[in-house]
């Protein structure tokens, strides 16, 4: 009662015209933000994405060329993509993210941002963020021995990259990284080979 109540008091104070319209939206929204994953989830049950199981940050830290991704909006037409990480005194990792519209030579698009690992016992989970205070998901699923390589995603499957120290990667390497993508659960038809 008290929601309804206040609710009541909201409506007065800004003088809503159809407030019961108002209150069914909020209604729906509240109930499509709970039962629409449980539906999904349900549907189609897939394994929780696993992480390595330690990552030394110093040594992740570096130039990464992209070798591979699940495309988004924020990428569209670029390519050449580098992610360059440097571990500042706080302990947090400035982000510098760069690509180049539809050719290796087309004009660089420049991401800023930041990061900070989220479990500290793995440090294989970090969130990061270029818009403050959006934060996404950036989970280290695998990575070379060497840290040669590194496969980056998340718990949603939104998210998927192939990392290289190099630009390119053997085909023996990508075909052995892809084939465990599968078995976590990526649909392997979005994912987008850049080279």
Request: with cysteine; glycine share 8%.
């Amino acid at each position: 009662m008290t929601f309804i109540g206040d609710f009541r008091d909201i409506v007065r104070k800004y003088g809503i015209e159809n407030p019961g319209t108002v209150l069914m939206k909020a209604y729906i929204l509240i109930v499509a933000l709970f039962a629409f994953p449980s539906i999904v989830t349900g549907a189609q049950k897939l394994p929780d994405i696993k992480t390595v199981d330690y990552v030394d940050i110093n040594r992740y830290m570096g130039t990464w060329y992209e070798v591979a991704r699940i495309t988004h909006w924020f990428e569209k037409g670029l390519v050449s993509c580098t992610a360059n990480y440097k571990l500042l005194d706080n302990g947090k990792v400035q982000v510098l993210n760069t690509g180049h519209r539809r050719t290796p030579d087309g004009k660089i698009k420049l991401a800023r941002g930041k990061a900070y690992v989220a479990d500290k016992q793995t440090n294989a989970k970090l969130k990061v963020t270029f818009f403050w205070p959006f934060y996404g998901d950036y989970w280290i699923i695998e990575l070379g021995k060497d840290y040669e390589y590194a496969v980056v995603g998340g718990p949603g499957r939104k998210y998927f990259w192939v990392l290289s120290r190099t630009p390119d990667m053997s085909p023996e390497v990508y075909n052995a990284i892809i084939e465990k993508a599968k078995a976590q659960g990526y649909d392997l038809s979005k994912i987008e080979k850049m080279h």
